[in-house]
Each structure stands twice: as C-alpha cells, then as structure tokens.
C-alpha cells in the first residue's frame, strides 16, 4: 500500500471533467423535460467519429487515474469496479445536469461512451500493473526520487497545463493584479456606486501602475525565474545532481514546447515560435544554464529559492501589461475549438505559482533528513 500521487491527481482531472461538461455554467433552466429523459430517448441516426473519440478519450485518463490510484493505496479483489463505477456515475450526473443547460445537450450515447473510455483507461491501468510496468517505476522511484509530500509532483505535472492558455509573457503563469483591479471596481461599483467606487478605488494601485510596458530586461528576468522555479521545485524531490540536472532540461524542453504548442493553436503552425524572440532566448539558455548550475544546491535551500523566485516573479510580472492581442486570443479560445477549456486553463494559470508557494511553505518547515514515505 502507498501514498500516491494518482489521488490528487484523479480528483483534478474530475474537476476537469466537470467543468468542461457543464461549461459556461449560465443560463441554467428548467426546459420542461425530465432530468433522466435522455436514458430512453431513441438512439441517434447519424454518428461523428470526433464525438465517438473525445467521449471515449475524455474519460480513459480519469479511469487510468482512478485505477492507479486503487492499484497503489487500496486492497481490492476487483479494481475496475471502483474507476469503472466513478466514471459511469460522473457521466451520469453531467449528461442529466446539462439538461438543465440550454447549450449542452444531454445524450444516452455520451454516457455509455463516457464509461466506456473510464472502462479502457482502467483496463490499461491495469495492464500496465500485470506486465510489471508499475514495478519497475517504483524501482526508478526510488533511484530518483525522496518525496515527502504528494503537492510537488502535481504542481510538476500541471506546470506544462498552466501553460497552455497564453499569456503576455512566456512562462508568466500568475499574471493577476490587472484583472484583480478590474474585477474589484466592477463589483464595487455595482454593489456601492461611484461614491464607494471612488472611496475603494483609493486602496487599490494606480491603474498606470500596471499599464507600463516591461522592459527587455524586465522579460528577460521574467522569463529566467519562470523557468527557473519549476526546477528549484522538482530539487526538493530529486536528490542525485545528475537527476536533476535530466529532470532541468527536460523540464525547460518541456515549457518551451508546451509554450510553442499553445501559440501554435492559438494563431496557427506558422506563428508557433513568433514568442521567442531575443530576450526569451537569452532567458531561456541563462535559466538552462542556471538550473544546473544548482544542481548540488540542498532542498531546503532550493525550497527556499523557490519562495524567494516567486516573490520577485510575480511582482515584476504583476507589472506587465495583458497582451494587446488578448481579445483575440480570447476570441479564439472562446469561440472556437476550446470553448469548453479557456475558463480553466486561465485559472490553472492564475493560481499555479500561489499553489506552488503555499505547498513549499506547508514543507519548508518540515525536517527534510526523515524516512521518506513511499510514493508514485
């Protein structure tokens, strides 16, 4: 039995799952029809192969993380029952939820190919536990890894996801005061009028204050912490510097594909490296050159430094301006292919580096020379 990762994990891709079926979350009525109506509805005449393969698709991972999860924390006789039966109920309350929702559609055949992908996602989980895939990771596990609490390596594995949405500077995951500001006054002005508008608005900062265009230099340093500080937090679980140095480059090839990938989406292949002019380069190799040149550094200093990157990584970045091309983006995030992803993957964005800090701060006190637990 284990402490895994794939709980936490599992828990998030189910938020996921949820939002991305009851996505815009407005508008909800009753249509006057029953919430389970669509359990006898007839079976449609004519079927898409992309809706086939995203219900199928979209649940495999969370059956996967389910099963995993199970496998490595549980003593079960039968471990499909459990994601299988997550993934059936899960389908079952969004497809009758959305017939409360105009703009979604409840159907029978989404929820049978929703458990279905549950259903392979936890066969393949367990597959890969027969043919000893899982064992041999716990013997890497333990060649790479000291892990002490579950949050780092999930903070790793959304880093790339936080990504995803684009933002006014590579890898400025965290970008909040502006839009803080304007949310503020809006409410403020909505609940007190223009004389509490006026009377709150003496605490808030300066709305220059965050108009002025940064310097190269001050994307330059922006850029350099934002990859710098996902691999100070992958140092406090990964001991051996010829780890670390592996897990830095892997972890800065991996956010300058995720970044190239997302800008790709956005405004096509041609534009996909548009982003990476020369101050984000020269950002990118110092951050390389940087994070293995910290290799040996202790956990807890590296803990350490990940507090303090953070601190002046969002205080310069808190600076910048949104993008100009934001209401585009916007626009091809909203009305196109991910209209049901925009609103979380900007609040994966948001919240990141504050969940980082608080998961170091939770561990920064902890002794660090105690028996680690045993982890996947």
Not at 65 to 73: D, G, K, M, T, W
Not at 348 to 366: C, D, E, N
Request: proline share 6%.
């Amino acid at each position: 039995m284990h402490k895994s990762a794939a709980w936490p994990l599992s828990w998030m891709y189910a938020g996921l799952v949820v939002y991305a079926s009851l996505y815009p979350f407005a508008q909800w009525r009753d249509q006057g029809i029953s919430t389970w109506s669509f359990l006898t509805a007839p079976l449609p005449r004519y079927w898409s192969g992309f809706d086939v393969a995203i219900n199928v698709v979209g649940y495999a991972p969370l059956g996967a993380l389910f099963s995993l999860a199970v496998l490595r924390s549980l003593r079960m006789k039968y471990p499909l029952v459990v994601p299988l039966f997550a993934g059936a109920v899960l389908s079952l309350l969004m497809e009758g939820l959305q017939s409360y929702l105009p703009q979604r559609v409840a159907s029978k055949e989404d929820w049978i190919l929703n458990t279905l992908g549950a259903g392979l996602g936890a066969g393949a989980a367990l597959a890969l536990e027969r043919w000893g895939v899982l064992a041999r990771w716990d013997r890497v596990r333990s060649r790479w890894l000291v892990v002490y609490d579950r949050g780092y390596l999930v903070l790793l594995a959304t880093w790339p996801l936080a990504l995803l949405f684009p933002a006014s500077i590579p890898f400025g995951v965290g970008q909040v005061l502006a839009r803080t500001i304007a949310a503020v006054e809006g409410r403020v002005e909505e609940w007190g009028g223009p004389e509490a508008t006026k009377v709150w608005l003496t605490w808030l900062p300066e709305p220059s204050a965050v108009e002025q265009g940064l310097s190269p230099s001050g994307v330059y340093l922006c850029v350099l912490l934002g990859l710098l500080i996902p691999c100070c937090l992958a140092y406090c679980v990964v001991r051996n510097p010829l780890h670390r140095a592996i897990t830095a480059v892997g972890l800065v090839l991996l956010g300058v594909a995720t970044t190239g990938f997302s800008s790709a989406l956005t405004w096509g292949p041609s534009h996909a490296w548009a982003w990476l002019d020369v101050p984000v380069r020269s950002a990118v190799v110092t951050a390389l050159l940087l994070a293995l040149a910290l290799v040996w550094l202790p956990v807890r200093a590296s803990a350490a430094l990940v507090l303090l990157a953070l601190g002046v990584d969002l205080s310069v970045l808190n600076q910048a301006p949104e993008s100009p091309y934001f209401s585009q983006t916007l626009q091809a995030w909203e009305q196109g292919r991910f209209i049901r992803f925009n609103g979380l993957a900007q609040w994966l964005g948001w919240i990141w580096p504050y969940a980082a800090g608080l998961v170091v701060l939770t561990q920064f006190g902890r002794r660090t020379d105690r028996k680690p637990q045993a982890y996947e």
